[in-house]
């Protein structure tokens, strides 16, 4: 089956980095779907960052482009997210996910990571 | 960008009732709406996709409808399990956005 799983440091400094990592198992990363990070504050609702396909294609959500990479490792069947300039405003857990359009990104998001907290504090 | 508003924002119902859901889009996202139920500590499940098919493995008593800017999630006959946090969601012009959610509780 499909699984998701985010990893990276729990705590980041303020203009530090937030870098986070999600390796999926049970599928090929290269199967012809997009994948995403979508975060979410404490308390609060849903945020899309951005998506990449197997090419490295990406599309970044508009109001973090500037702070925002998404790359594609296909050797580790994995992909990550790498957050510049954070401060406390980026203080969310963090969700990879799977589209499960083919080819073509249907924005609709089949299969989560369970979630990964990060604090950005001194 | 497409701003999705949910209403109402809290819904207090009792298990075997009905429960409806809106979400409206500031513009037009013909039928391309999704929706997901999301509990305390764990991530968001697919409910509905194309605003009226329901994801893998979701039970008959949800529903969706609507098209153009007005969306409706229906739970015909709610299960203890049902009550939780749904949000809606597009995705138009390279850009998702989701509803601010509605948090359905126990009355």
């Known amino acids: 089956q499909v699984q998701l799983q985010e990893s990276g440091p729990g705590l980041v400094k303020p203009s530090g980095t937030l870098s986070l990592t999600c390796a999926v198992s049970?599928?090929?990363?290269?199967?012809?779907?997009?994948w995403s990070w979508v975060r979410q504050p404490p308390g609060k609702g849903l945020e899309w960052i951005g998506e990449?396909?197997?090419?490295?294609?990406?599309n970044y959500n508009a109001s973090l482009k500037s702070r925002v990479t998404i790359s594609v490792d296909k050797s580790r069947n994995q992909f990550s997210l790498r957050l510049t300039s954070v401060t406390a405003a980026d203080t969310a857990v963090y969700y990879c996910?799977?589209?499960?359009?083919?080819?073509?990104?249907?924005?609709?998001?089949?299969?989560w990571g369970q979630g990964t907290q990060v604090t950005v504090s001194s | 960008e497409i701003v999705l508003t949910q209403s109402p924002a809290t819904l207090s119902l009792s298990p075997g009732e009905r429960a409806t859901l809106s979400c409206r889009a500031s513009?037009?996202?013909?039928?391309?709406l999704a929706w997901y139920q999301q509990k305390p500590g764990q991530a968001p499940r697919l409910l509905m996709y194309?605003?009226?098919n329901r994801a893998t493995g979701i039970p008959a008593r949800f529903s969706g409808s609507g098209s153009g800017t007005d969306f409706t999630l229906t739970i015909s006959s709610l299960e203890p399990e049902d009550f939780a946090v749904y949000y809606c969601?597009?995705?138009?012009?390279?850009?998702?956005?989701f509803g601010q959610g509605t948090r359905l509780e126990i009355k």
């Open positions: 996910a799977r589209d499960l359009g083919q080819w073509l990104a249907r924005g609709y998001f089949d299969y």
């Open positions: 049970g599928v090929s990363i290269s199967s012809g779907n997009w």
């Open positions: 990449i396909y197997q090419t490295g294609a990406t």
């Open positions: 513009q037009s996202v013909n039928s391309y």
């Open positions: 194309d605003a009226s």
């Open positions: 969601q597009q995705r138009s012009n390279w850009m998702i956005t």
